[in-house]
């Protein structure tokens, strides 16, 4: 496999699939994903497809990998779901995106 490849990561969080990069999973060098993926992916869960597979909410995760390219939280008008967003981030350890979200909720947007 080459180096281009191994900078692909194909990922199955909780059931909704995610293509990325290395670059963007370590991007928070404090990061639980910048732990996972800045060493030796080979002890990381695969699924049965050989993606790496994360036992966490799918659909919110989007968010995570968003504000990991931008170094934003950029959620939609009337997002509802910021206690589940902001257990999502403490498990990650996003301590700037934990901020981000402490902010937002305590307005009517970000």
């Known amino acids: ?5 191994q900078r692909i990561v194909d990922l199955n969080v909780g059931g909704v699939l995610y293509t990325t990069s290395v670059e963007t999973l370590t991007k928070d060098e404090g990061s639980l994903l910048f732990l996972m993926f800045s060493g030796d992916r080979s002890s990381l869960h695969q699924d049965s497809k050989g993606r790496v597979f994360i036992d966490r909410d799918g659909v919110l995760f989007r968010y995570i990998l968003d504000y990991l390219r931008s170094g934003q939280l950029i959620l939609p008008d009337n997002f509802q779901e910021f206690s589940r967003l902001k257990t999502e981030a403490e498990y990650f350890k996003l301590k700037a995106a934990l901020c981000q979200l402490d902010c937002c909720s305590n307005k009517s947007g970000c």
């Open 1 to 5: 496999m080459g180096a281009d490849q």
